[in-house]
């Protein structure tokens, strides 16, 4: 019984590192959508330990970023503006990552609307999770 609860054990780490390899390469990725109104342009700006630059956004368009987790750190911290001399203002953590967890394959959505920032990973409805300041 002892030998057959070995070979189980081996067999079952081969199955599940097998799996984790599929994905260990894959990147996590931070997507933007613009859904405001008409004439309305979004302002993007991402920092972590590099600077992604300024992007803009006519309603409709779409700006995205993809990364490895770090093992020490992964924070994207953004901040949107949008409205008449982007006066509308959001800033928060768009993804956070790494350390003792790594993920590989993460997709965070952001929704900007009118009346916020809204959130998915992708499977389930977004969420309001930030208002226009």
């Known amino acids: 019984m002892n030998r057959l609860s070995c070979f189980l054990l081996v ?5 599940g590192l097998s799996n984790a390899n599929l994905k260990w390469n894959e990147k996590n990725t931070v997507f933007f959508k613009s859904s405001l109104g008409r004439n309305n342009v979004l302002k993007i700006h ?3 330990e590099d600077n992604l630059g300024f992007h803009f956004l006519r309603p409709g368009e779409t700006y995205d970023f993809s990364f490895h987790d770090s ?5 994207f911290y953004c901040e949107l503006w949008q409205g008449p001399n982007f006066k509308f203002h959001a800033s928060f953590m768009a993804y956070q990552g790494g350390g003792l967890i790594v993920h590989y394959g993460k997709k965070n959505f952001w929704d900007a609307r009118e009346d916020g920032i809204y959130f ?3 499977k389930e409805t977004p969420k309001l999770e930030y208002k226009w300041k």
């Open 11 to 15: 067999i079952g780490l081969c199955i």
């Open 71 to 75: 093992i020490v750190r992964s924070d």
């Open 46 to 48: 991402c920092t972590s």
């Open 120 to 122: 998915t990973h992708g």
